[in-house]
């Protein structure tokens, strides 16, 4: 199992930008895939970005695409999702996730982090 810990979410204005961080911890996450989540209040989870953490692939919503990206730092095991030119309807709760690439759920989640995006 994957321990995961979100941070950087926060209260900003319509257009500017947040850094979310996933630390991950407890085995290695070679055989993984990583991913962003997203929950707004009255809503369904949605997901958001995904990373193979070993060969860096990435996967977008079609909402999100070129203003969120996702990376990983191996070194620290960590995860980011960098959002830029942010909409009041990015406005949810973040989740960090991760799965063995050779499953079709994702197991391990993070207790989210709050982003709220004000007009």
């Known amino acids: 199992q994957v321990q995961l810990v979100e941070s950087g979410g926060g209260l900003v204005q319509a257009g500017e930008s947040l850094r979310l961080s996933c630390a991950a911890s407890?085995?290695?996450?070679?055989?993984?895939?990583m991913g962003w989540f997203r929950q707004a209040p009255g809503k369904e989870r949605e997901f958001v970005a995904s990373?193979?953490?070993?060969?860096?692939?990435?996967n977008y919503a079609d909402s999100v695409k070129g203003r969120f990206t996702i990376s990983r730092d191996t070194a620290e095991n960590t995860v980011y999702l960098q959002m830029n030119s942010l909409k009041p309807e990015d406005t949810a709760l973040y989740y960090c996730a991760a799965k063995h690439w050779g499953l079709l759920a994702f197991g391990s989640w993070g207790q989210g982090t709050q982003v709220t995006v004000s007009s």
């Open positions: 407890g085995r290695s996450l070679d055989t993984y895939v």
């Open positions: 990373i193979v953490w070993s060969g860096g692939y990435t």
